[in-house]
Nanobody
């Protein structure tokens, strides 16, 4: 029902900022919660941030105060503004969508973020 495409990843230096974008297709996009997840090489996938259909947000402790998730339903877009990046933020970042208490059933292809020191 929803297709997602991430963009905005790249190679940056520690302390830099980067904004990831998640473009969604589907006329019911506004009904979905959207999350950003990341997976570093050799590590388990972790939830980074979530924004509900109503705009409420939550963050992993590791990124709280540095990252901001937002959405623009009129443009079918979700963003992850990443500030004060650290080498430990290096990972493949994915956006995902779900409705209600369902699983995260819809995923983008991922975008790589690499932070050098």
């Amino acid at each position: 029902q929803v297709q997602l495409v991430e963009s905005g990843g790249g190679l940056v230096q520690a302390g830099d900022s980067l904004r990831l974008s998640c473009a969604a297709s589907g006329r019911t996009f506004s009904n979905y919660a959207v999350g950003w997840f990341r997976q570093a090489l050799g590590k388990e996938r972790e939830r980074v941030a979530v924004i509900s259909s109503g705009g409420m947000t939550s963050y992993a402790d590791s990124v709280k105060g540095r990252f901001i998730i937002s959405r623009d339903n009129a443009k079918n877009m979700v963003y992850l503004q990443m500030n004060s990046l650290k080498p430990e933020d290096t990972a493949s970042y994915y956006c995902a969508a779900k409705i209600g208490y369902q699983d995260w059933d819809y995923w983008g292809q991922g975008t790589q973020v690499t932070v050098s020191s």
